[in-house]
């Protein structure tokens, strides 16, 4: 497996322009998360789905920023209008949830530049 | 939040091990320590989990406590490589949340 895709891997906008960003999950697993890393704030949790249902949204920031999960191999996570405050590194992770067990694995990242 | 506690930054000689210390102190029973890395600007790599039980694989080692409010990941030969931000988490309900890690550099 190619492991977690992103795509674009940078991506540059203006302020008020809508933001899409693409997640690829490895096949196979049931869990997906969206991650939002910057210097101020760290690596935090955005949004989780398990099995394509979003269980916990509580770290999207604002309602500016949505994320879909449509099937179990394509995810998207979108800000619109974005803002210059939304420039930072979004990382998107799959793991296979079995018990108590779910070590994750990361894409390389998505790197956003709102001017 | 993180639930989990680390020193922000620690140095290490190459060839040497770096043992890398990190308190959970509200970890439940049911719930597995993960340790994981991020290489500049990489996304984070697993390294090794573990619940009551030492673990090691090819990466690392890990060291639980018996209370399990501890652990210490073990990096038996550090190599320049290794240098990287180190994060201990605790997983709950499915939820890997990660806080500020420790900064760990390899030095020559």
Redesign the interface.
Known sequence: DAG?IQSPRHEVTEMGQEVTLRCKPISGHN?L?W?RQTMMR????LI?F?NNVP??DSGMPEDRFSAKMPNASFSTLKIQPSEPRDSAVY?C?SSL?VG??????????TRLTVV | DAKTTQPPSMDCAEGRAANLPCNHSTISGNEYVYWYRQIHSQGPQYIIHGLKNNETNEMASLIITEDRKSSTLILPHATLRDTAVYYCIDVRAGKSTFGDGTTLTVKP
């Open positions: 977690v869990s998360f991650y760290g690596l935090e949790l989780y398990n269980i916990d990382f992770a949830v108590g067990r779910t070590e994750a694995f990361f894409g390389q990242g």
